[in-house]
């Protein structure tokens, strides 16, 4: 006998699932024959728990995602990191090498960070939202200066 149930969980509005899978399997059963004739049927369970992944990314994590995303040219990865505006605005700007990009750190408070990074004539400015408030880490701005 094998049963399988699955729990599913939405997080944040953000349209981000989480599934977590328990999955139930009966051993074969056993008898075993005394001498008085007596059967005895014996049935072990095993039960095995999937966890689903847990996002804890914090915001230099998720500028850091961002910024690799861009560099790669993955859209669609970028989307799945920050606000469409925010990938509207970094994708105005193809990634070079020759800007010889470096991150340089994320600073802030009140539930957002300021990540940045220095390149060899311009700054990039990633606004980051912290997780405050149950809302999910995500890169809400973008600057070019």
Not at 6 to 13: D, F, I, L, P, Y
Not at 41 to 64: F, N
């Amino acid at each position: 006998m094998a049963a399988v149930a699955a729990v599913t969980a939405c997080s944040g509005g953000s349209g981000s699932r989480s599934v977590a899978t328990v999955t139930t399997r009966q051993a074969p059963a056993t008898t075993s024959t005394l001498s008085t004739s007596t059967s005895t049927t014996v049935a072990a369970t095993t039960t095995s728990v999937t966890k689903p992944p847990v996002s804890e990314a914090t915001p230099e994590d998720q500028a850091k995602a961002f910024y690799e995303a861009w560099m790669k040219g993955d859209r669609a990865g970028a989307t799945s990191l920050g606000e469409p505006a925010a990938v509207a605005s970094i994708f105005v700007h193809p990634w070079s090498a020759g800007d010889s990009w470096s991150f340089s750190e994320c600073a802030g408070a009140a539930g957002s960070a300021i990540c940045t990074w220095q390149g060899s004539n311009k700054q990039l400015l990633m606004l980051v939202r912290g997780s405050t408030g149950g809302l999910p880490v995500t890169v809400v701005d973008v600057r070019f200066s």
